[in-house]
């Protein structure tokens, strides 16, 4: 691209670039605790890694913004990149490929666009940095932020005083389901993405506050250290007050019961721009050093997206909320140290937003095998029993007799209705697997309804990849707004979708459900739609990911790999002289005897002698009678005639 840049212009793809080419010195100024710990997650350092590729990516970039840019906001990090101030001085990283487009950024044109966009990037500051992860679906944003969390802790701990580092956390789900998702967090092993060292020092200081319940109260110690909240927005966020309190709570406003639920003070319940502040938001304000952590914001596809990240006009969304916080701790002399937030693309409406830090996209997982790929099929003209029909037989010839891992494919047929799922979908299921010979027990129903799901089946729902429960048996799934952002579920192998729902984006939400890897192999997902959904779907593609249906499934001569590349030098060519040489055998005679020269030797010291050990008894008898003879030779003894 010359003289300018396109919508998809995305600096998050520059900032990385200046990172790879200034890695050693940028990593010779972190922290010894820092290098140790990135080490640990490096595969390149350590084979034995827990954290995929693009994890680690995005936690180099984390570090990377946090010790060497020392947290500053993006229209900071920016200027002084277009303006090669700073850290940026080296300018011989400047023109480089950008979606396939050369970007030479000094030349005029480019330098008015690249204005262009520092202005709104100034113009949609916070008060505090605000960085966005966009991690597509299935890449592990949970674990990612966990490990963002521990390191910031195990660097807080050790240099305390430093205010970069966050001291709390504060982890934002948007809803039930995904908040449920976030129980990750406090189950995980840190030991895979921690040195056994350092793990043990923050299993024994780490506070766990999971509000999970609408009457929990946030128990948090005042100004202490390492607490990690983890609730969704509706439990945290400032409302506005829409009428008068009843007269019931007025005239108990002061009792215990009030002031342990909404706060310490009466007087700090209603603020005079008329909202109403709970008791969790104002312990909130009494913890120093705090990170927020927006989890699953992708959930918010679209102009939504946006709006609740960006917007200060809403004094209900959770941007106004988070501000409100960044306010009080200000006023109280603590700060929020930075909003991260953990999203599933970098685009709103096929545009990239400019606070994103790290990107790894849909397309890329996909090709990567970090994804199942996925066949989608499109029906017109059909009734939904038909459908339903096809969609099952297909589904059950392509996946039915195997397993994975141990686990048995599944396929989630979602209803717009609970009438529709109870009344249509599972009659006409259970129908169609009858026919084909398919146990009835491998359908589960689960439409939030206690009519029509039991605590069995949302026990069986949560235990699908659990080998060994009636849950995994569970091969047919009929939902209702279930199964969308948070679900985690890699032996869904099939989604079917013929009704429109409501929201468009719900289309591309659950079809992305059955993407999630499972065995070391990429598979193939199926999924089934009606032709509107079907171009819904692709819509949705185009304006989340900027990508098209039938990228979902990469041709194998279009599918990348990794190699790592040796730079050899030129060949040479050299003259060899060849040297030869010939050996013969030939087989020696030996007629004429051979003298060994024997004559006149010593044979005697080579005789063999034998000695024989005589009676003991004969023995001294002879030796009397030579005594005996001896003594009369002499003349000692005289000589007897017998």
Same mark, same amino acid.
Do not use: C, W
């Given at each position: 691209m010359s003289g300018a840049y396109s919508e998809h212009y995305a600096f998050y793809e520059q900032l990385r670039f200046y990172y790879i080419q200034n890695r050693g010195k940028i990593r010779s100024r972190y922290?010894?605790?820092?290098?140790? /710990?990135?080490?640990?997650?490096?595969? *390149?350092?350590?084979?034995?890694?827990?954290?995929?590729?693009?994890?680690?990516e995005a936690l *180099?970039?984390?570090?990377?913004?946090?010790?060497?840019?020392?947290?500053?906001?993006?229209?900071e990090i920016f200027d002084d990149w277009r303006n090669r101030r700073?850290?940026?001085?080296?300018?011989?990283?400047?023109? =480089? *490929?950008? %979606? !396939?487009?050369?970007? #030479?950024?000094?030349?005029?044109?480019?330098?008015k666009q690249t204005d262009k966009l520092f202005k709104q990037m100034k113009k949609y500051r916070e008060d505090y940095?605000?960085?966005?992860?966009?991690?597509?679906?299935g890449l592990g944003k949970t674990i990612l932020m966990a490990t963002c969390i521990f390191y910031e802790f195990l660097l807080a701990g050790k240099y305390p005083r430093d205010k970069r580092f966050c001291h709390n956390a504060l982890v934002f789900a948007p809803d039930k389901t995904v908040l449920q998702s976030l %129980? #990750?967090?406090? &189950? /995980?092993?840190?030991?895979?993405?921690?040195?056994s060292e350092y793990a043990r020092v923050l299993d024994s200081n780490i506070k766990f506050h999971f509000l999970e319940e609408a009457g929990t109260t946030l128990n948090t110690i005042d100004d202490s250290d390492f607490n990690i909240v983890i609730s969704n927005t509706q439990k945290i966020i400032v409302k506005k007050k829409h009428k008068e309190p009843p007269l019931n709570e007025m005239l108990f406003a002061s009792s215990s019961l009030l002031s342990a639920v909404y706060g310490d003070e009466e007087d700090e319940l209603r603020e005079s721009d008329n909202l109403t502040i709970n008791q969790r938001f104002k312990k909130l304000c009494r913890l120093s050093g705090l990170g927020i952590y927006v989890d699953e914001a992708h959930h918010m596809f679209g102009a939504d997206l946006e709006k609740r990240l960006r917007t200060n006009a809403a004094k209900t969304s959770l941007r106004s909320t988070i501000n409100m916080l960044a306010d009080d701790l200000k006023a109280s002399g603590g700060a929020v140290v930075a909003c991260y937030n953990y999203t599933g693309t970098p685009y709103v409406n096929n545009q990239v937003l400019p606070e994103v830090v790290y990107g790894y996209g849909l397309r890329e997982s996909i090709r990567s095998g970090f994804l199942k790929e996925c066949d989608v099929a499109g029906f017109d003209n059909v009734k939904s029993e038909e459908f339903l029909r096809v969609a099952i037989e297909q589904f059950w010839n392509k996946y039915g007799n195997? &397993?994975?891992?141990?686990?048995?494919?599944?396929?989630? =047929?979602?209803?717009? &209705? $609970?009438?529709?799922?109870?009344? *249509?979908?599972?009659?006409?299921?259970?129908? =169609?697997?009858?026919?084909?010979?398919?146990?009835?027990?491998?359908?589960?129903?689960?439409? !939030?309804?206690?009519?029509?799901t039991k605590p069995e089946d949302i026990r069986n729902f949560n235990n699908l990849d659990r080998i060994g429960t009636d849950g995994c048996n569970k091969q047919f799934l009929i939902l209702v707004n279930k199964g969308r952002e948070g679900w985690n579920c890699r032996s869904l192998f !099939?989604?079917?979708?013929?009704?429109?729902?409501?929201?468009? $984006? /719900?289309?591309?939400?659950? &079809?992305m459900r059955c993407l999630r890897q499972i065995t070391d192999e990429q598979q193939t997902a199926t999924v089934f739609l009606s032709q509107d959904n079907f171009n819904t779907l692709n819509d949705e593609l185009n304006k989340n990911f900027n990508m098209e249906v039938n990228e979902l499934r990469s041709p194998s001569s279009t599918r990348k790999s990794e190699y790592k590349v040796r730079v050899l030098p030129p060949e040479r060519k050299i003259k060899l002289r060849l040297i030869s040489r010939e050996y013969s055998l030939h087989e020696k005679g030996y007629n004429t005897p051979i003298d060994f020269e024997l004559e006149g030797i010593d044979l005697t010291k080579y005789t063999a002698v034998m000695r024989e050990k005589k009676n003991l008894s004969l023995d001294m008898s002879m030796w009397r009678l030579r005594n005996a003879q001896t003594c009369i030779?002499?003349?000692?003894?005289?000589? =007897?005639?017998?």
């Open positions: 922290n010894d605790l820092t290098k140790k /710990f990135l080490a640990y997650n490096d595969s *390149e350092i350590n084979p034995d890694v827990f954290l995929r590729r693009p994890q680690f *180099e970039m984390y570090v990377f913004i946090k010790e060497f840019l020392d947290n500053a906001q993006m229209y700073g850290n940026f001085s080296d300018a011989s990283y400047y023109a =480089i *490929e950008t %979606h !396939g487009d050369q970007l #030479e950024i000094f030349d005029m044109e480019s330098e940095p605000n960085y966005i992860y966009a991690l597509t679906m %129980h #990750e967090i406090v &189950t /995980f092993d840190k030991t895979k993405v921690v040195p195997s &397993t994975y891992e141990g686990l048995k494919p599944k396929i989630a =047929i979602f209803a717009s &209705t $609970i009438d529709e799922a109870a009344n *249509e979908v599972r009659p006409a299921v259970e129908k =169609i697997l009858d026919k084909l010979d398919i146990p009835l027990s491998t359908v589960l129903v689960n439409v !939030g309804d206690d009519k029509y !099939g989604v079917a979708l013929y009704r429109s729902p409501s929201s468009k $984006i /719900f289309v591309l939400q659950a &079809t030779n002499a003349g000692f003894l005289s000589v =007897i005639n017998v």
